[in-house]
């Protein structure tokens, strides 16, 4: 990727690449917003936190389990790019929806009753427009770019997104709730501009019928998807990643509050530091690859990120221990902390770390299929990742249901990670033997 940023100054990428970083800021930026109001301005409990941290990831996951099997066959039956500029149309009504609650929870006008009902909907609305949105931005780089150049789009596209996430995080840490009620809607209507660029992208076989019966489509499409051995094998790992994934995003919020006794601005830092880790790892893949989709990293790259998992649970532990204080630290007084380059370099390595072993996953998803059934094979992977995610979320719950300590469900996150590195080993065979098979 270092030697393909000249696919940022083409049309057949650029377009697309500017309407998936605003519709990942403005995301950030709603979701961002409304948990950290609600969390740090409405609850003051950390189970009460956790629930709603939790409750709001499984409303924004549920619409990739049920709708991906349709969001995939409309992406490889119909042109891309109009599904893009439709989605983002969408957006912008969404966003009034989620804007009317950010402004009453600003008042202070029936917060529990009526706005965060308003927000919780609008973060559906969110979930369906990225499910149908996320197919295509990884299906379309085949057809836009070269064969060579997948992996480059691929990691700009990972690395931008988690930058566009940064960017989001820092403005909704740092803004009141009532400006970013007009942000969001004026991103969206942006995004929407951009979208009108993105070229067509028409179906490679016209006038295949689509399947729009939910439950039965779902699993014709993953079980269709998962006979070739990589594209199964990247899946799983993938979605296991994602489970790992969930269980610290949901645990994140409460920990930096009620454990590291963090601002909302220091959380926001915290996020931050992992998305720059997350793009850090995007591009050093690549430049490890050298543009070669393969998992040959994977399992080590999975390995090392449990084991800073590990390193931030004894971070916390022991700061824990040594900060007294019951006032929340802001960004200065944390920074003076003596522990805390250690949480924030731990933090980045998690996430370098992870940002190296997911993004090639996600290149087999598109390069290890036909084209026609690239947007097919991408949703069959959300299909599955949401299913995962929503099971990381149970447990992340049924964890502080039953009083496990947050800093404690640090450590079975890391230890999952040795699943991941399994399957990621797994498919590192599989690879081998498609090479080896095809020579």
């Known amino acids: 990727m270092l030697t393909s940023t000249h696919l940022l100054k083409q049309r057949r990428f650029a377009p697309l690449f500017a309407t998936q970083l605003l519709n990942a800021f403005n995301d950030n930026l709603y979701k961002n917003a409304m948990v950290l109001f609600v969390v740090y301005q409405v609850y003051n409990s950390a189970a009460a936190e956790t629930v709603f941290s939790g409750v709001a990831s499984a409303i924004f996951i549920l619409p990739f389990f049920l709708l991906s099997a349709l969001a995939g066959q409309l992406a490889d039956m119909r042109d891309k790019a109009m599904i893009i500029r439709t989605v983002k149309a969408a957006e912008i009504a969404i966003?009034?929806?989620?804007?009317?609650?950010?402004?009453?929870?600003?008042?202070?006008?029936l917060t529990e009753a009526l706005a965060i009902p308003l927000m919780m909907i609008a973060l559906f609305a969110m979930g369906i427009h990225s499910t149908f949105f996320g197919p295509i931005k990884y299906a379309i780089l085949p057809q836009h770019l070269?064969?060579?150049?997948?992996?480059?789009?691929?990691?700009?596209?990972?690395?931008?997104?988690?930058?566009?996430?940064?960017?989001?995080?820092?403005?909704?840490?740092?803004?009141?709730?009532?400006?970013?009620?007009?942000?969001?809607?004026?991103?969206?209507?942006?995004?929407?501009?951009?979208?009108?660029?993105?070229?067509?992208?028409?179906p490679f076989i016209k006038g295949q019928p689509i399947d729009r019966h939910i439950?039965?489509?779902?699993?014709?499409?993953?079980?269709?998807?998962?006979?070739?051995?990589?594209?199964?094998?990247?899946?799983?790992?993938?979605?296991?990643?994602?489970?790992?994934?969930?269980?610290?995003?949901?645990?994140?919020?409460?920990?930096?509050?009620?454990?590291?006794?963090a601002s909302k601005e220091v959380a926001s830092l915290?996020?931050?530091?992992?998305?720059?880790?997350?793009?850090?790892?995007?591009?050093?893949?690549?430049?490890?690859?050298?543009?070669?989709?393969?998992?040959?990293?994977?399992?080590?790259?999975?390995?090392?990120?449990?084991?800073?998992?590990?390193?931030?649970?004894?971070?916390?532990?022991?700061?824990?221990?040594?900060?007294?204080?019951?006032?929340?630290?802001?960004?200065?007084?944390?920074?003076?902390?003596?522990?805390?380059?250690?949480?924030?370099?731990?933090?980045?390595?998690?996430?370098?770390?992870?940002?190296?072993?997911?993004?090639?996953?996600?290149?087999?998803?598109?390069?290890?299929?036909?084209?026609?059934?690239?947007?097919?094979?991408?949703?069959?992977?959300?299909?599955?990742?949401?299913?995962?995610?929503?099971?990381?979320?149970?447990?992340?719950?049924?964890?502080?249901?039953?009083?496990?300590?947050l800093v404690e469900q640090l450590l079975l996150s890391a230890a999952m990670c040795l699943i991941s590195a399994w399957l990621g080993h797994l498919l590192y065979k599989a690879e081998g033997m498609a090479a080896s098979a095809a020579e």
């Open 95 to 109: 966003m009034t929806v989620g804007a009317a609650g950010l402004t009453l929870a600003w008042f202070g006008m």
């Open 146 to 202: 070269k064969r060579e150049e997948v992996l480059a789009g691929t990691g700009l596209v990972e690395a931008g997104t988690y930058l566009a996430i940064m960017g989001g995080t820092i403005l909704a840490g740092f803004i009141d709730v009532e400006v970013a009620a007009v942000l969001v809607i004026a991103i969206a209507v942006i995004g929407y501009l951009t979208s009108r660029q993105v070229p067509e992208a028409p």
């Open 270 to 405: 915290f996020l931050v530091t992992f998305s720059i880790g997350v793009a850090l790892g995007s591009v050093a893949i690549n430049a490890l690859l050298k543009g070669e989709v393969s998992a040959r990293y994977g399992p080590a790259s999975v390995i090392v990120m449990g084991l800073f998992v590990a390193a931030f649970y004894w971070v916390c532990r022991i700061w824990s221990q040594q900060v007294t204080t019951t006032e929340l630290l802001g960004i200065a007084e944390f920074i003076a902390q003596p522990l805390a380059p250690l949480v924030l370099a731990t933090l980045l390595l998690i996430a370098v770390f992870g940002g190296m072993f997911v993004v090639p996953l996600y290149a087999f998803l598109t390069t290890k299929v036909d084209p026609s059934e690239a947007s097919r094979t991408v949703a069959a992977n959300n299909i599955v990742n949401s299913g995962a995610m929503v099971g990381g979320s149970v447990l992340a719950l049924a964890l502080s249901a039953v009083g496990v300590p």
């Open 215 to 261: 439950i039965r489509a779902s699993i014709a499409l993953v079980r269709n998807t998962c006979h070739n051995r990589e594209v199964f094998y990247a899946i799983l790992a993938i979605s296991f990643f994602w489970t790992i994934g969930a269980v610290l995003f949901i645990q994140f919020p409460p920990l930096a509050k009620n454990v590291l006794m």
